[in-house]
């Protein structure tokens, strides 16, 4: 990323392509050279990272970012020295470069430019080195961003950074690069005008290809609009059987990945096993065809610039000496041309049909296997069911039958001790009858007796007051015999006892 441009040049150096340290960060207050470097390194950390597409050029580096932990939102606490330039820390894959605009779109006017880098260790996300037109929209920025979330349907949270130095360490050439068009203007390849980033921001992908912001904003893919190259790269593949990922290739007709007859062969054998004749070199995208044992592709990915072209074929009378097509007139080279065209519309048919003939076969008796087993899981699922929910009744038809024995048990218990305690109840209540006769009886013989005794007494005073009126009549007193009187009372004890035998 440098202040006049962020446009990957075709077949420009990578010294031209990205500029240094020094130029990306030249202009604004406080340059990096008046800190000490130990003050520096004490307050910042370096990241590794790389950029462009892994099969044209990459290109490597390091940034040296200020850390978190010394930069706070008050503006006293801010790095001093810090540039209007800035890192967005681990964004995830899935965010779009549509998303991330419209994620920071209240500042889209105030970036100059925005590029993405990929970080070592960190494939699944990717960082995003922003500059921008002046340091307080840079201060703005952190304070707005820093700590905020990507979505509020997510948990990750931006982490925005001040970066020091940006340096690019080499870059690594896997083709040769076109040097066509090197010295145009670069032009946005979605509305075709001059990268012009006083006009508007510049993002530069992943891939090294730059575009406007606003251009960029309504690609709402995740790949290159100029190679198809994604950010949100797959996961690795490897063998169905051995795990290995070295020389592999995949059916394309159901999917299946298997290691090349150069390792332990699983993918030939798959062929041989299911008549899928045709498979993907996964490292160079090259289809062939088992039954034919020959490379039968008709594109091909460019190294060039990573697109789809067709396979360049040979001319037709170069055996013969002919050094190029133009020795066939117009007419000829149209005649061979449809036949050759006609002939490949019905190669292609035939083997279309032939293969999925043959794919209709496979999956239907896959289809089978899979209808017996899942009716054998089913059948044994519904038996081992009914064997738990079996013994479970049969373990609770257990318990009732003990619970009822012994609440038959207690009833028996409780009913003859019902009966023993009656008879007890009986005994007690005749005791208590007998007793209470027996207590009455007593109580109306000396009813009785005490009747006798007042009588008597009332009878000797009686005698008495007559025997006296006698007496003082006749003028003689005569005294009263004490046996007639003991005589009586032994009559009148008698009786009474007489009575009680009686009664008993």
Not at 236 to 253: A, G, P, R, Y
């Amino acid at each position: 990323m440098s202040t006049s441009s962020s446009t990957a040049l075709p077949g420009a150096s990578p010294d031209d392509v990205y500029p240094s340290s020094s130029a990306m960060l030249s202009g604004g207050p406080g340059d990096s050279s008046s800190c000490p470097s130990s003050s520096i390194s004490n307050i910042t950390q370096a990241f590794h990272f790389s950029s462009g597409n892994p099969r044209i050029e990459e290109t490597r580096g390091v940034m040296l970012l200020y850390r978190n932990d010394v930069v706070s939102d008050s503006p006293s606490d801010l790095p001093v020295g810090r540039k209007p330039l800035v890192c967005v820390l681990g964004v995830p894959n899935h965010m779009t470069y549509a998303d991330f605009c419209q994620f920071c779109g209240s500042f889209i006017q105030h970036i100059l430019e925005m590029r993405i880098v990929r970080n070592d260790g960190m494939d699944d996300r990717y960082s995003i080195l922003i500059r921008l037109d002046s340091q307080d929209s840079t201060d703005n920025f952190y304070k707005h961003f820093n700590g905020s979330r990507f979505s509020s349907l997510e948990v990750e949270v931006c982490t925005v950074l001040f970066t020091v130095d940006v340096q690019y360490t080499g870059s690594i050439e896997h083709a040769q690069v076109s040097l066509t068009n090197s010295t145009e203007q670069p032009t946005c390849p979605v509305c075709l005008e001059r990268l012009d980033q006083d006009t508007s921001g510049i993002l530069t992908t992943i891939c090294n290809h730059s575009f406007h912001c606003s251009c960029i904003s309504n690609w709402t893919d995740s790949s290159c609009p100029v190679c198809r190259y994604c950010q949100q790269q797959p996961e690795k593949s490897i063998c169905f059987v051995c795990q290995t990922s070295e020389n592999l290739w995949i059916c394309l007709i159901c999917g299946f990945v298997g290691c090349g007859r150069y390792k332990e062969g699983h993918a030939i054998r798959h062929w041989k096993e299911t008549q899928h004749c045709y498979s993907l070199e996964l490292e160079t995208q090259r289809a062939w065809d088992y039954a034919g044992d020959n490379y039968v592709h008709r594109l091909i990915q460019s190294k060039t610039d990573g697109k789809l072209v067709e396979l360049n074929s040979h001319c037709l009378l170069a055996n013969d000496g002919c050094g190029s097509c133009e020795c066939l007139d117009s007419g000829f080279s149209e005649a061979v041309l449809s036949s050759q065209v006609e002939a490949i519309v019905n190669e292609y048919n035939e083997l279309l049909t032939s293969q999925l003939d043959s794919q209709k076969s496979y999956f239907e008796s896959l289809l089978q296997e899979v209808k017996e087993d899942s009716e054998k899981e089913i059948s044994s699922a519904v038996e081992k069911a009914v064997t738990q929910k079996l013994q479970k009744l049969q373990a609770k038809l257990d318990r009732c039958v003990k619970e009822k024995k012994f609440l038959d048990d207690l009833n028996e218990n409780l009913l003859k001790n019902r009966e023993i305690w009656k008879e007890k109840i009986m005994e007690i209540e005749e005791r208590e009858k007998k007793a209470l006769k027996v207590k009455d009886d007593k109580i109306t013989d000396l009813e009785e007796q005490l009747r006798d005794l007042m009588a008597f007494l009332e009878a000797g005073k009686t005698m008495e007051k007559l025997s006296v009126s006698d007496e003082i009549k006749d003028g003689t007193v005569l005294p009263m015999s004490m046996e007639s009187s003991s005589t009586n009372g032994s009559k009148g004890g008698s009786k009474a006892n007489n009575r009680r035998r009686n009664k008993d």
